[in-house]
């Protein structure tokens, strides 16, 4: 991990085009400013977790197809077909 220390307005680089700057301070929080293009998605470490959760539960609940078969009323095995 490499650690960095930064002022009020002081910024560091990441890359070619992803800036993040220090533009505020008040006691024990620091406000980041982050400028990047559109493509490089930015999340707070908790939220990225919350949305991998999210994706493995669809994922394994996808896996699922005999229950999602009776929910969207299509005959399962042993049942007679139209």
């Known amino acids: 991990m490499l650690i960095l220390a930064r002022k009020l307005n002081e910024s560091i680089i990441i890359?070619?085009?992803v800036v993040v700057s220090v533009v505020d301070i008040k006691g024990d929080q620091v406000r980041l400013g982050?400028?990047?293009p559109p493509q490089?998605?930015?999340y707070r470490?908790?939220?990225f977790e919350a949305?991998?959760?999210e994706n493995r539960a669809a994922a394994r609940a996808g896996t699922d197809l005999p229950a999602i078969e009776g929910l969207l009323g299509k005959p399962g095995p042993g049942k007679n077909q139209p």
Do not use: C, F, L
Request: aromatic share 0%.
């Open 15 to 17: 890359g070619e085009d």
């Open 34 to 36: 982050i400028t990047a």
């Open 40 to 42: 490089v998605k930015v």
């Open 45 to 47: 470490h908790e939220v």
């Open 51 to 53: 949305i991998q959760a």
